[in-house]
Nanobody, 114 residues
Framework: VQLVESGGGLVQAGGSLTLSCAASGFTLDSYGIGWFRQAPGKQREAVSCNMRGGDTYYPDDVKGRFTISRDNAKNTVYLQMNSLKPEDTAAYYC?????????GGQGTQVTVSS
């Protein structure tokens, strides 16, 4: 069982990035999915969660800029990030969970320069 994030990098403020999270060993469409981030010296925070029933959560500071999606055929979750700000700089992690278990990836670094 594995989740592998990719797509991070260095981008200028105002730019866009799309993060990917490929799952193996289990089927994502049976799980809730989410993206979290952690900046140096700060606690990990959720930036997007998508429940199996379709409800999606975004905190106010990314609402309208970030979009979570999943491609069940590719068993992959995406996070489209637009209008990036320096304060979005962090390591980004994906996670998948159901009522019995939760899985997480190793993260991908996003750095936004001003």
């Amino acid at each position: 069982v594995q989740l592998v994030e990719s797509g991070g990098g260095l981008v200028q403020a105002g730019g866009s990035l799309t993060l990917s999270c490929a799952a193996s060993g289990f089927t994502l469409d049976s799980y809730g999915i989410g993206w979290f981030r952690q900046a140096p010296g700060k606690q990990r925070e959720a930036v997007s969660c998508n429940m199996r029933g379709g409800d999606t959560y975004y905190p106010d500071d990314v609402k309208g800029r970030f979009t979570i999606s999943r491609d069940n055929a590719k068993n992959t979750v995406y996070l489209q990030m637009n209008s990036l700000k320096p304060e979005d700089t962090a390591a980004y992690y994906c996670s998948a969970w159901d009522s019995l278990r939760a899985y997480g990836g190793q993260g991908t670094q996003v750095t936004v320069s001003s």
